[in-house]
């Protein structure tokens, strides 16, 4: 089954683009439709997608050339370079099929909606992005931080975060305002 | 929410009883060391939890965008540190499907029997190391004592216990070794002996039973919504099983079934698990007997099958010509020379390349050899996978096993997600252990088969 075509009809004005590179069928969507297409996709009974395997995001800070034409597939460009692109990977028990959802989200008001209302094992997959990427999830319960610890500093995966900065395990409130001034610039030597 | 470790505090529940909330773990033993559950009891009943993880947390993620594509090799080993193998063939999958990659049919035999030797090292720990928790000591040295001799199999084919890094892009390190196929037999044999002793030993002891069965229950639109998957979701009769759904490497051609529970209580999870080594021993036999000698590398750039002898005289055409015009801008860290300068190396010639690395008697015997070894291993050379992002599920000891990997078309990994099987059931688990006792929790959390280097990362 087509699963990109039967998206692309049912919300023509929401998807940006689709590819099925490798075999992974994938759309990219408006962030604003996010909620409705994923009930939609949850719902359906020809699509049937009962089962959300797995959310991420991806930091396009560095990807050559830009993020506009950061398709590999040569299919139509995107328009508007966002920062952040949110990944939703979805499978359907009942049909053995798979469908990757893809949303750009901008740097500036990084928020997208949350899925913990589908499906419960969002609230934990959306911890771990806003920990990771610091992108927020509008309703969402509980947001904060699932494998850092709460006194962290910035969103390690983003792509200006150094990989080699440090950070004291456990600091106090007070003297961790004082030391993110000094942090703020890569440590080389540990 | 603010926590006080270590200090507990009382607050008068509706029942007019006190309730009492109290952490257990990280330094529980039952913990692992590794997670830690804010608990609110009435009495020994459990009326709120809150699971944290996070406690080994090392950014792999982080980690593979640093390296090259074979550099974040050595990373999966320490993600499921039980069954390490199944996360080497899962990344290489999902590069090789960058590649656009199909490697030979003996390197998916191969695959496909190290996968299950691993997946039954994977239940023979979570049963065993469970088993220990409810008090059952003796099941889990049986048990480790069969782990033991797969362990054995898995160091004599890849030379590590542990940290094995064995696959590579469009194949394996090595071929198995000779007599690898009576050695495993022999081990399967003693596997089988073990399995049937401890068989005898916990499915139908009183005690066992008691503490598992009717105990950590979840409906299957639960466990759905959940995302779980593996023995956990197939406890509760769902029969998604990605070996079966959507076959890769050669588990198209081997014969197996696939268990389910009934209730998806701790009960069914071990037997589930169980009977999955059974079967994963009916696979490794199948695989052994329909395995052919073969070549067990290709090239990914032509899918053509890379001869041993003929890799040395390949390593020749390292495609050097514009190599004059650079200038030399190797910083002291050794970091190679820039992005830039290498795109004018390879113009479009990164065809010519070869990505499989040499046996290790070349590379240290002979100049092609070293060559296409340092071609293959400094920063700024290394292998390129064309543009592109790809996901690739494997079936892990504890479910979907997915990486995500995006390639920028440098030898560098955009971006490597893993989607760690043993998450969903972790948080999940907050709910199933809400309305038992404390000392369910501890029946519950072993069933789950938390291994925290998967689920931190």
Same mark, same amino acid.
């Given at each position: 089954?087509?699963?990109?075509?039967?998206?692309?009809?049912?919300?023509?004005?929401?998807?940006?683009?689709?590819?099925?590179?490798?075999?992974?069928?994938?759309?990219?969507?408006?962030?604003?439709?996010?909620?409705?297409?994923?009930?939609?996709?949850?719902?359906?009974?020809?699509?049937?997608?009962?089962?959300?395997?797995?959310?991420?995001?991806?930091?396009?800070?560095?990807?050559?050339?830009?993020?506009?034409?950061?398709?590999?597939?040569?299919?139509?460009?995107?328009?508007?370079?966002?920062?952040?692109?949110?990944?939703?990977?979805?499978?359907?028990?009942?049909?053995?099929?798979?469908?990757?959802?893809?949303?750009?989200?901008?740097?500036?008001?990084?928020?997208?909606?949350?899925?913990?209302?589908?499906?419960?094992?969002?609230?934990?997959?959306?911890?771990?992005?806003?920990?990771?990427?610091?992108?927020?999830?509008?309703?969402?319960?509980?947001?904060?931080?699932?494998?850092?610890?709460?006194?962290?500093?910035?969103?390690?995966?983003?792509?200006?975060?150094?990989?080699?900065?440090?950070?004291?395990?456990?600091?106090?409130?007070?003297?961790?305002?004082?030391?993110?001034?000094?942090?703020?610039?890569?440590?080389?030597?540990? | 929410?603010?926590?006080?470790?270590?200090?507990?505090?009382?607050?008068?529940? !509706?029942?007019?009883?006190?309730?009492?909330?109290?952490?257990?773990?990280?330094?529980?033993?039952?913990?692992?060391?590794?997670?830690?559950?804010?608990?609110?009891?009435?009495?020994?009943?459990?009326?709120?939890?809150?699971?944290?993880?996070?406690?080994?947390?090392?950014?792999?993620?982080?980690?593979?965008?640093?390296?090259?594509?074979?550099?974040?090799?050595?990373?999966?080993?320490?993600?499921?540190?039980?069954?390490?193998?199944?996360?080497?063939?899962?990344?290489?999958?999902?590069?090789?499907?960058?590649?656009?990659?199909?490697?030979?049919?003996?390197?998916?035999?191969?695959?496909?029997?190290?996968?299950?030797?691993?997946?039954?090292?994977?239940?023979?720990?979570?049963?065993?190391?469970?088993?220990?928790?409810?008090? !059952?000591? *003796?099941?889990?040295?049986?048990?480790?004592?069969?782990?033991?001799?797969?362990?054995?199999?898995?160091?004599?084919?890849?030379?590590?216990?542990?940290?094995?890094?064995?696959?590579?892009?469009?194949?394996?390190?090595?071929?198995?070794?000779?007599?690898?196929?009576?050695?495993?037999?022999?081990?399967?044999?003693?596997?089988?002996?073990?399995?049937?002793?401890?068989?005898?030993?916990?499915?139908?002891?009183?005690?066992?039973?008691?503490?598992?069965?009717?105990?950590?229950?979840? !409906?299957?639109?639960?466990?759905?919504?959940?995302?779980?998957?593996?023995?956990?979701?197939?406890?509760?009769?769902?029969?998604?099983?990605?070996?079966?759904?959507?076959?890769?490497?050669?588990?198209?051609?081997?014969?197996?079934?696939?268990?389910?529970?009934?209730?998806?209580?701790?009960?069914?999870?071990?037997?589930?698990?169980?009977?999955?080594?059974? @079967?994963?021993?009916?696979?490794?036999? @199948?695989?052994? !007997?329909?395995?052919?000698?073969?070549?067990?590398?290709?090239?990914?750039?032509?899918?053509?099958?890379?001869?041993?002898?003929?890799?040395?005289?390949?390593?020749?055409?390292?495609?050097?010509?514009?190599?004059?015009?650079?200038?030399?801008?190797?910083?002291?860290?050794?970091?190679?020379?820039?992005?830039?300068?290498? @795109?004018?190396?390879?113009?479009?010639?990164?065809?010519?390349?070869?990505?499989?690395?040499?046996?290790?008697?070349?590379?240290?015997?002979?100049?092609?050899?070293?060559?296409?070894?340092?071609?293959?291993?400094?920063? &700024?050379?290394?292998?390129?996978?064309?543009? &592109?992002?790809?996901?690739?599920?494997?079936?892990?000891?504890?479910?979907?096993?997915?990486?995500?990997?995006?390639?920028?078309?440098?030898?560098?990994?955009?971006?490597?997600?893993?989607?760690?099987?043993?998450?969903?059931?972790?948080?999940?688990?907050?709910?199933?252990?809400?309305?038992? *006792?404390?000392?369910?929790?501890?029946?519950?959390?072993?069933?789950?088969?938390?291994?925290?280097?998967?689920?931190?990362?």
């Amino acid at each position: 089954m087509n699963l990109i075509e039967a998206v692309t009809n049912k919300f023509p004005d929401l998807v940006i683009c689709s590819h099925s590179q490798h075999g992974d069928q994938t759309v990219i969507i408006r962030k604003e439709g996010l909620g409705t297409l994923m009930k939609f996709l949850k719902y359906d009974p020809q699509l049937d997608f009962n089962i959300l395997m797995d959310i991420t995001a991806v930091d396009y800070l560095n990807y050559p050339p830009s993020p506009l034409t950061a398709l590999p597939h040569g299919e139509k460009a995107r328009e508007g370079a966002c920062r952040f692109e949110m990944v939703y990977h979805l499978y359907s028990l009942k049909y053995n099929h798979r469908l990757r959802v893809k949303a750009p989200v901008e740097l500036e008001a990084a928020q997208i909606d949350s899925l913990a209302e589908l499906w419960p094992v969002a609230d934990w997959f959306e911890r771990e992005v806003w920990d990771m990427f610091g992108i927020r999830f509008k309703g969402h319960p509980n947001l904060k931080r699932l494998l850092m610890y709460e006194e962290f500093e910035g969103h390690p995966l983003r792509k200006d975060y150094p990989y080699n900065k440090r950070q004291p395990i456990v600091v106090s409130r007070e003297s961790s305002v004082k030391a993110s001034t000094d942090d703020s610039r890569p440590t080389t030597d540990d | 929410m603010e926590y006080k470790p270590l200090e507990v505090t009382r607050e008068r529940a !509706s029942s007019g009883t006190e309730s009492m909330r109290i952490n257990m773990g990280p330094a529980h033993p039952a913990m692992h060391g590794v997670i830690r559950i804010m608990l609110t009891l009435d009495g020994e009943t459990v009326t709120d939890a809150e699971v944290e993880i996070g406690y080994l947390h090392r950014a792999f993620e982080k980690m593979c965008e640093q390296g090259n594509y074979l550099q974040a090799l050595p990373y999966t080993d320490r993600l499921n540190y039980v069954s390490p193998l199944i996360n080497n063939f899962g990344y290489m999958a999902a590069v090789e499907k960058l590649f656009g990659l199909q490697c030979t049919e003996r390197t998916q035999y191969i695959r496909v029997i190290l996968s299950e030797i691993s997946r039954i090292t994977d239940h023979l720990t979570c049963i065993g190391a469970s088993a220990m928790e409810l008090g !059952s000591f *003796t099941a889990f040295l049986y048990l480790m004592k069969a782990r033991e001799f797969l362990y054995e199999l898995v160091e004599d084919v890849t030379g590590a216990r542990l940290t094995v890094s064995y696959a590579r892009v469009g194949g394996v390190k090595a071929d198995l070794p000779a007599g690898c196929k009576e050695k495993t037999l022999k081990a399967l044999a003693e596997v089988r002996k073990i399995l049937s002793e401890c068989d005898r030993l916990l499915t139908r002891n009183r005690i066992f039973v008691d503490r598992l069965e009717g105990v950590g229950v979840i !409906s299957k639109e639960d466990a759905l919504a959940y995302g779980i998957t593996g023995p956990f979701l197939r406890s509760t009769g769902v029969d998604y099983d990605v070996r079966k759904a959507q076959p890769y490497f050669a588990y198209d051609r081997v014969d197996f079934d696939v268990p389910v529970g009934l209730q998806g209580d701790n009960y069914d999870r071990y037997l589930v698990r169980m009977e999955e080594m059974r @079967q994963s021993m009916r696979i490794i036999e @199948q695989a052994f !007997s329909k395995m052919k000698e073969g070549p067990v590398q290709v090239n990914p750039f032509t899918g053509e099958v890379i001869a041993g002898a003929k890799m040395v005289d390949e390593a020749k055409l390292g495609h050097t010509s514009g190599l004059l015009e650079i200038k030399a801008a190797v910083d002291p860290t050794l970091d190679g020379t820039s992005k830039y300068d290498q @795109q004018k190396i390879y113009p479009s010639g990164e065809k010519e390349k070869r990505v499989m690395l040499p046996a290790k008697e070349n590379t240290y015997g002979n100049i092609e050899g070293l060559m296409n070894h340092f071609k293959l291993i400094m920063i &700024g050379h290394g292998i390129r996978p064309p543009k &592109g992002e790809a996901y690739f599920p494997v079936e892990g000891g504890n479910g979907e096993l997915g990486f995500y990997v995006i390639s920028d078309g440098t030898d560098k990994p955009y971006r490597v997600r893993v989607r760690p099987p043993c998450l969903p059931p972790m948080a999940a688990l907050a709910n199933m252990i809400q309305g038992g *006792t404390v000392a369910d929790i501890i029946a519950t959390f072993g069933s789950v088969n938390m291994i925290a280097g998967e689920l931190d990362r």
